[in-house]
């Protein structure tokens, strides 16, 4: 009859220790199942690499084009490779819902970009970065950038640093981060 009643018995700052981590947890996975069935529209922030195949670019374009369909606001930045496909899908549905912030001026752009740029509706430049270095730059338009956004859908590899921190700053932010890695 004893084995009926057998348990194990836990300190209780244990159980209060773990009873906080599971609270934690769920009210984390509560915030984003809410944040996911919002039926309203998101502003949603696309960011990633450069270098990315041109096939991969037509799916992030895609993507991007059925975001601002559905009503949400697209935010990215300007360079080519991904931020390139997300401006050109965000375009294609609906200029309005598309803003895209520049690490630095609009000159400081390379001629590929500029062109593309300089058709987009919400342009928003830091002429003041111009001085520091791209990546010191990038990092500072990226934090302005997931301080914008509720989502953050990131396509990078696994050693692009910028971007890996850009997706933990958010996580710490409590946005949703959906990243994507093409290695």
Same mark, same amino acid.
């Given at each position: 009859? &004893?084995?009926?009643?057998?348990?194990?018995?836990?300190?209780? &700052?244990? &159980?209060?220790? $773990?009873? #906080?981590?599971?609270?934690?947890?769920?009210?984390?996975?509560?915030?984003?199942?809410?944040?996911?069935?919002? %039926?309203?529209?998101? =502003?949603?922030?696309?960011?990633?690499?450069?270098?990315?195949?041109?096939?991969?670019?037509? *799916?992030?374009?895609?993507?991007?084009?059925?975001?601002?369909?559905? @009503?949400?606001?697209?935010?990215?930045?300007?360079?080519? @490779?991904?931020?390139?496909?997300?401006?050109? @899908?965000?375009?294609?549905?609906?200029?309005? *819902?598309?803003?895209?912030?520049?690490?630095? #001026?609009?000159?400081?752009?390379? !001629?590929?970009? =500029?062109?593309?740029?300089?058709?987009?509706?919400?342009?928003?430049?830091?002429?003041?970065?111009?001085?520091? %270095?791209?990546?010191?730059? #990038? #990092?500072?338009?990226?934090?302005?950038?997931?301080? !914008?956004c509720q989502q953050l859908v990131c396509f990078a590899f696994h050693d692009s640093h910028?971007? *890996?921190?850009?997706?933990?700053? $958010?996580?710490?932010? =409590?946005?949703?981060?959906?990243?994507?890695?093409?290695?």
């Amino acid at each position: 009859m &004893s084995a009926l009643f057998s348990h194990s018995v836990q300190p209780l &700052s244990q &159980s209060i220790e $773990a009873s #906080s981590l599971e609270s934690a947890k769920v009210d984390t996975f509560l915030q984003e199942l809410a944040a996911i069935q919002q %039926s309203g529209s998101k =502003r949603v922030a696309i960011l990633g690499s450069r270098h990315v195949p041109i096939t991969h670019q037509q *799916l992030i374009e895609l993507m991007t084009y059925a975001l601002a369909l559905g @009503g949400n606001r697209i935010i990215t930045s300007g360079a080519t @490779g991904t931020n390139a496909a997300a401006i050109k @899908g965000a375009m294609q549905a609906d200029p309005n *819902l598309l803003t895209v912030i520049l690490p630095q #001026s609009l000159a400081r752009q390379p !001629r590929e970009s =500029r062109d593309q740029l300089e058709q987009v509706m919400h342009l928003v430049e830091n002429p003041a970065n111009d001085a520091m %270095s791209l990546a010191d730059a #990038s #990092s500072l338009c990226n934090q302005e950038i997931i301080s !914008r956004c509720q989502q953050l859908v990131c396509f990078a590899f696994h050693d692009s640093h910028t971007l *890996l921190k850009t997706c933990q700053d $958010a996580e710490d932010q =409590r946005k949703i981060v959906t990243l994507f890695y093409f290695d």
